[in-house]
């Protein structure tokens, strides 16, 4: 965001549209923040019920804080693939066609799947912003356009 822009509020961060890279940045970093939120229920929900999901809350946590503190691509896709696994064994313990153990709140793990789905455009958009800002200022493989 420019100088003088005020900051958008959260759930407007959250929905719209990435349109730079410090937009890219702190939608990044709000994300981190919520999969932390993510684990500490994750954890409270563990401890009540099925403490073999705190692997998954553990993994929420940490990976949140290299998003946040990053905007890591490759923190980002790994939650993204172990929200996507713990979501379809939620699903499937719910249908009961699985003996392994799977959460039963399929909301923490829809919401789950799409923090990490977004994280991951947040985080591949903040390095595409990177590379195309640095030629805008002349510097990195810029191209000269065309002469008439």
């Not at 961060?13 to 890219?24: K, N, S, V, W, Y």
């Not at 401890?47 to 905007?71: C, E, H, K, S």
């Not at 890591?72 to 003996?99: D, I, K, N």
């Amino acid at each position: 965001m420019a100088e003088g822009t005020p900051r958008r509020p959260l759930v407007e961060r959250l929905f719209a549209p990435i349109e730079d890279r410090d937009g890219a940045r702190v939608l990044a970093g709000d994300l981190g923040k919520v999969l932390l939120i993510v684990a500490v229920i994750q954890t409270v929900l563990a401890l009540a019920r099925d403490p073999a999901a705190l692997v998954d809350a553990a993994l929420y946590a940490v990976f949140g804080m290299f998003i946040w503190v990053t905007a890591s691509r490759l923190a980002a896709v790994v939650v993204l693939f172990v929200a996507g696994g713990a979501g379809v064994l939620t699903v499937l313990a719910l249908l009961g066609s699985t003996r392994t153990s799977g959460g039963r709140n399929i909301i923490l793990a829809l919401v789950a799947v799409w923090i990490a789905a977004r994280a991951v455009q947040a985080t591949f958009d903040y390095h595409r912003f990177g590379k195309t800002a640095k030629s805008a200022r002349g510097g990195g493989d810029s191209v000269a356009p065309p002469r008439e």
